[in-house]
């Protein structure tokens, strides 16, 4: 049937698009700002001469920051935390999901666990007893600092719980009554099922680690551990200019043009990344919201 649409709506349409449009520049505009000043000679960008592209093209920020090292070792730091993080993470989100999407005839007690969890999202122990568990641990200056506080995301258990509700349970029946043990059913029906879900809070735990930046300065006491986003929060390259050759560099490379280069650095992984999983946000938050 062929739909004819009233004038009303396509003012509505249009209005809506235009809004849309405008909110999407605002958040895209200062993002090609910072990106055209790393681009810039550092003289170009004192001067506020730098908009939406690069004046005096260079890539001596770049380079520098490059010539560094301090931000590539951040970076590998950052990138071992999302390897272990992400895949902790999944796994024990998985593992506890499963159980917890049961009937309470099926898992006794199934209430109580997620009201804990529950519980756990709504009250924290404090910022002092987190750090002093960590320490006593042993766990300071470790990768696993950034990694086991954060082992169980509570928000995904829920968010994988209720998707594992919506699968039938006549699958998982029928392959219990074939010989399947929890485990094999658990990662032989309901993982392969879950794929928007998983991609999903994969994609929320990448973005998590990948972001998180004050659990590096609490923890690690050595700056050379630092992740990524810890090191941008602190950074500050200092120039030599006790030589003609730097105060030539001074033209092209200012504090300014090195943050805004370390910035797109920083951000580049994740928006190479996130392109690829976006398709599955929608498709698995609401597959995951509904129970029958």
């Not at 004038?7 to 055209?36: E, K, M, Y």
């Not at 987190?130 to 696993?144: E, P, Q, S």
């Not at 485990?183 to 794929?195: H, N, Q």
């Not at 300014?256 to 951000?267: E, H, N, P, W, Y």
Request: glycine share 6%; net charge neutral; with cysteine.
């Amino acid at each position: 049937m062929k739909e004819y649409a009233s004038v009303s709506r396509t003012v509505f349409q249009i209005a809506n698009g235009l809004v849309l449009s405008a909110a999407a520049l605002l958040c895209l505009l200062p993002f090609v700002h910072i990106l055209a000043q790393s681009f810039s000679s550092s003289v170009s960008v004192a001067a506020n001469q730098v908009l939406f592209w690069p004046v005096d093209f260079t890539t001596a920020a770049y380079e520098k920051v490059f010539g560094e090292g301090s931000l590539l070792r951040s970076m590998g730091v950052t990138l071992r935390r999302v390897a272990l993080g992400v895949s902790l993470n999944m796994l024990l989100t998985v593992l506890m999901a499963y159980p917890l999407s049961k009937e309470n005839e099926t898992f006794r007690g199934r209430t109580v666990y997620a009201w804990l969890l529950v519980f756990t999202m709504i009250f924290g122990g404090g910022l002092i007893p987190f750090y002093l568990v960590v320490n006593n641990l042993g766990l300071m200056d470790t990768i696993w600092a950034l990694v086991l506080p954060t082992a169980v995301p509570v928000y995904n258990v829920v968010l994988m719980l209720n998707f594992f509700r919506s699968i039938p349970k006549e699958l998982g029946e029928s392959a219990y009554i074939d010989g399947a043990s929890q485990l094999a059913t658990l990662f032989r029906i309901y993982v392969p099922l879950s794929m928007p879900a998983m991609a999903t809070l994969t994609l929320f735990s990448l973005v998590g680690h990948w972001n998180s930046w004050f659990d590096g300065l609490i923890f690690m006491n050595d700056p050379k551990h630092y992740p990524l986003s810890s090191y941008l929060q602190t950074m500050i390259i200092p120039l030599n200019v006790t030589n003609i050759k730097d105060m030539e560099e001074l033209k092209l490379v200012s504090e300014r043009t090195l943050k805004d280069a370390q910035i797109m650095i920083g951000a580049l992984p994740i928006l190479i990344v996130y392109p690829f999983l976006q398709r599955y946000f929608v498709k698995g938050i609401i597959l995951g919201a509904v129970k029958e």
